[in-house]
């Protein structure tokens, strides 16, 4: 029997957790074993005795890890531990691209694959192995220095899915600049609160990005987000199209030839373990994004650690996970993660639908994809199209499978297990966080896997399922997700707002709560129920309501605005809008459409709401805070739940 978590019933079950402290959930379950072959070589072996193993001395057992790793100098201590400021491998010194390119090539993996690229036109390949990329980040990080970039200042990146991508991250992090990559399909007012915020000095970008063989302007985009960025002094382009655009002011610059101009050997900063490596924003439920802090040290020993040891990369794989870099699974499983453990990584500009939708499988068979890492949103637009174009492609080589952004329902695991793995590859389900920096929860190589549920904490992690007090709820009660431990590549702070980071730890104090609701079974797996909070999960990317919200009340006939998640069969969940007009605006389908393209243009489409409804009056508390959650009982015609609050 198989428990299915419907997104109406989430809902429900979020609603409810304002009321009381837990809830009861019904676990039935369905368990898929996988053949034992495959755990009796895997790097982790048995869950059991690795997780023994960091129990008895954590530290020891992070001090292990770190130490499959280079490093300049030694640290003192492995955590320092101030509740909630954490500083791991303290005092030590470090490169992260030393141990993504400069360990592999000076080793046998100097002339291994390190980065394939297929762009929308099938054949439209570049192949760098490492000995190469090294190179190209060594030039393209002197280059930036020319610019006069130096250790500490920070560079924003927002690219289509290149190469110069990666090339353009791992340079940042060889000479100390921090990053902030901004994911190209957000719009001009985005990227300038982003750049604004982190007071980036340097914009990289590319004149375009290519999708469903239309051109993306992205540096448009970027001339009108550097309007009122006076920390801004240069904007590095890639010119991709023919004729190439020109570049008009002083403060333009093409990515090539600042490349060509520069040394060829740059030596890699020495950083301090605690130097920040990058900023990640992602969404807050109050209208500003959040600015992620991620460190050097920490932040590489976990995502060394889960890309061997949660998908068990082998030097023979061919590796492909299909977010974008400008976001954390990015960050950590396509380009860092990846290249320390000097994996052959694929990546792609490619949609999953065009040309067609047997693209994807047509990429895994001429590439020998062996890992794949993708999201539910995916897989739902996949069985949508139907089963009819993955079979048309041989997917043979694929031997592990990995989800991650939201819950794997068990419907979705059926088809990802069954037709895309053959009923024979593990599939990984991996919960983290951008603020986890690394997976947290996952179903472990030949570990039983249980549909609907993400899998136990991994060793290194103590993560549980409490009530509000903090106690921990019984198997099949609901509850909030919360870590207990300090773990190395935890985010350090909010940038510039460390009162925002403080809150993660203060809902239950001195634990770390996720935002997240979820269930625990008899043998400890976790069922993830949703958000407890305002964020919105539109085809695995978060969206604070609030974001929204300012977006749609910054037209000109907008008063006010309320926006909620709906469930949605491909996204997962869709936005609603509700929006209260101003004197003199009549609702129509043309202001639909208008505010529709409005929040495109200042978001970006994923933030585009599918719905959007005129009203005359929202839900309120008497503090005037719009109560979503009455909206939401509405639309789905649930019970609001406790209502006291309401003041009309
Ligand atoms: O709600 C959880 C959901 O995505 C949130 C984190 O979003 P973000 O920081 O954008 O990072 C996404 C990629 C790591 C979580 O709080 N989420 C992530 N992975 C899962 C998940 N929900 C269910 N199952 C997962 N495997």
Redesign the pocket.
Known sequence: MIWYVHNAWAGQVRERMHMTETFDVKLAEKVCRPDPSCRERSWIGDRDTAYRRYLDDPEGFWAAIAGELEWFGPWERVLEWNPPHARWFTGAKLNITHNCLDRHVAGERRNKVALIWQGENEGDEQVYTYRQLHRSVMRFANALKRLGVEKGDTVCIYMPLVPEQIVAILACARIGAVHSIVYGGFGTSALNARIRDAGAKIVITADVGYRRGRRIALKAIVDEAVVNAPSVERIVVLRRSKPEIELYSEMEVDFNEIMEAADPFCRPEAMDAEDPLFILY?SGTTGTPKGIVHTCGGYMVGTYYTTKYVFDLKDNDVYWCTADPG???GHSYIVYGPLAVGATVLITETVLDYPDPGIWWRIVEDFGVTVLYTAPTAIRMFMKFGEEWPNRSNLESLRILG??????NPEVFDWYWRVVGRSSCPIL???????TGMHMIATLVGEPMKPGF?GRPIPGVVADVVDREGNPVPPGIGGLLVIREPWPSMMRTVHNNDERYLKYWSTIDGLYT???LAVKDEDGYIM?LG?SDDII?VS???LGTAEVESALVSHEAVAEAAVIGVPDAVKGQAVKAFVILRLGYEPGEQLKSDLIYHVRMSIGPIAMPSAIEFVQSLPKTRSGKIMRRVLKAQEMGIDPGDISTLEE
């Open positions: 992602t976001w954390i699974t989800s991650v952004g939201e819950p794997l389900d991996t919960w983290w966080q951008t603020e993400t996720a935002g997240d993830i958000r999960i695995g990317h978060n």
